[in-house]
T-cell receptor
Framework: QQQVKQSPQSLIVQKGGISIINCAYE??????FPWYQQFPGKGPALLIA?????SEKKEGRFTISFNKSAKQFSLHIMDSQPGDSATYFC???????????FGSGTQLTVLP | GAGVSQSPSNKVTEKGKDVELRCDPI?????LYWYRQRLGQGLEFLIY????????KSGLPSDRFSAERTGESVSTLTIQRTQQEDSAVYLC????????????FGSGTRLTVV
């Protein structure tokens, strides 16, 4: 059973544009929501993360928006750059399961 | 080492053979995870080790899959009688605690079963 649904599967944006990736979850026990960035041939690397007591977190050009009541969270990449081209995964963690559950990934392409 | 090290980086094996994949976690990280990533898909949880506690094996897809970890050091993932559907990238991650924070992934082992 997929517990974290991610969309879109792929995304193409122009340089300087805003990239938006959305995730929805079902398990209300999740209490930590990280985003990972993965380049080809590499393992995923932590990009930014949020806990449900906060509605938004910003780090540089990357922002997570979190809607606890809707059980949704999203990643916004401002001023997208070609170097941001990668696969992005949302994830969710619950203390009871003690493991990260990942979304299916979004392949982002930023055109120069 | 500075990061999570996995070996081999690539493995091609014949159907029916056994394979062993190795993960060297970051020193001091008590938690270690194995995930499987099929081409173009997300990460599928396989198994979790936390210190000397019994591992969480709930993600292992069949009894052909097993993993071991001695204390807080190296882990090996073994796949017996490999099948073509086992072809994937196997990723290992470690963290200082089992709280979800600070997961550091290795670059993975790309397994191809022919």
């Amino acid at each position: 059973q997929q517990q974290v649904k991610q969309s879109p599967q792929s995304l193409i944006v122009q340089k300087g544009g805003i990239s938006i990736i959305n995730c929805a979850y079902e398990n209300t026990a999740f209490d930590y929501f990280p985003w990972y960035q993965q380049f080809p041939g590499k393992g995923p690397a932590l990009l930014i993360a949020i806990r449900p007591d906060v509605s938004e977190k910003k780090e540089g050009r990357f922002t997570i928006s979190f809607n606890k009541s809707a059980k949704q969270f999203s990643l916004h990449i401002m001023d997208s750059q070609p170097g941001d081209s990668a696969t992005y995964f949302c994830a969710a963690f619950s203390g009871s399961a003690r493991q990260l559950t990942f979304g299916s990934g979004t392949q982002l392409t930023v055109l120069p | 080492g500075a990061g999570v090290s996995q070996s081999p980086s690539n493995k091609v094996t014949e159907k029916g053979k056994d394979v062993e994949l190795r993960c060297d976690p970051i020193s001091g990280h008590t938690a270690l995870y194995w995930y499987r990533q099929r081409l173009g898909q997300g990460l599928e949880f396989l198994i979790y080790f936390q210190g000397n506690s019994a591992p969480d094996k709930s993600g292992l897809p069949s009894d052909r899959f097993s993993a071991e970890r001695t204390g807080e050091s190296v882990s090996t993932l073994t796949i017996q009688r490999t099948q073509q559907e086992d072809s994937a990238v196997y990723l290992c991650a470690s963290s200082f605690t089992g709280t979800g924070e600070g997961y550091t992934f290795g670059s993975g082992t790309r397994l191809t079963v022919v």
